[in-house]
């Protein structure tokens, strides 16, 4: 009995001696099936920085079912921002579920300070031109003051978190925030509650009116004073957003469909 206890103990330890590498490899095996999605060609990123943002649009694009993508340029060679999104995607060919399909890229032009978001496919629909201007807002900001991780980051989790709505809808609606929709079953549950304790014990009958004798209750007298009429104007100031607006979608040299929005930082 103790020679097949030592025997076993001796098979488990070269199992885990075994284990080890094998985990090791299959470790670095799904290392390499992360997808390049930054291409940082103005070095905006250090390596790090670049390292999670990469990893985290991997994850988000992935349950998505969509390429997020960001390109930056700074060079004398930089054209149109718009036109730059276009060729990237044609040229690169993009895509999460085949070459030319799901995907939604940043390019942001230093050179021209220029920034321009394109939806391609599935990210044409739940991330229309609406939806890709309030992604620029929110971005933009962080792009003026040079937290390029920071707007980066907020760009790959907006446009996760909107791709999350049915399109035609606003995903900034505060009741599809989830504290609001906690606060309004909380406030309703409360309500109901008051209204059954005060019911519960009995209604009240009598009132201000009951011993009331209408004949010989009225009004014993009124008066009206007019003093003046004041009216004033104010002029109602339209509200801006960062940068340039719009730029909208439009289709590549390829012929591929986009959304769009453009602006300057």
Do not use: C
Request: overall charge negative; proline content about 2%.
């Amino acid at each position: 009995m103790r020679r097949k206890r030592v025997i076993l103990a001796v098979l488990f330890f070269f199992v885990m001696m075994l284990a080890v590498p094998m985990d090791m490899i299959a470790g670095e095996a799904a290392a390499t099936k992360e997808k390049q999605l930054i291409f940082d060609t103005a070095e905006l990123l250090n390596q790090q920085e670049y390292d999670e943002l990469n990893a985290l649009a991997n994850q988000y694009g992935a349950e998505r079912e969509t390429d997020m993508m960001i390109v930056t340029i700074n060079s004398p060679e930089a054209y149109d921002v718009k036109k730059m999104t276009q060729d990237f995607y044609d040229d690169y060919a993009p895509g999460y579920d085949k070459p030319h399909g799901n995907a939604v890229i940043l390019m942001l032009d230093m050179t021209h300070r220029d920034v321009y978001l394109a939806g391609f496919y599935k990210a044409k629909t739940y991330l229309d031109d609406e939806r890709l201007d309030k992604i620029r807002d929110k971005i933009t900001p962080d792009l003026t003051s040079g937290d390029y991780k920071l707007a980066f980051q907020k760009y790959i989790q907006t446009a996760h978190k909107y791709m999350g709505f049915r399109s035609g809808v606003n995903p900034d609606n505060i009741f599809f925030n989830t504290w609001v929709q906690l606060g309004i079953a909380l406030a309703l549950g409360g309500g109901i509650v008051t209204l059954m304790v005060r019911r519960s014990g009995g209604r009240i009958t009598v009132n201000s009116r009951t011993y009331e004798d209408a004949s010989t209750s009225g009004v014993v007298d009124y008066e009206d004073t007019y003093l003046h009429t004041s009216t004033t104007k104010r002029k109602i100031e339209r509200s801006s957003s960062n940068g340039s607006s719009g730029g909208g979608g439009g289709t590549t040299s390829g012929g591929h469909s986009h959304s769009g929005s453009r602006g300057s930082f």
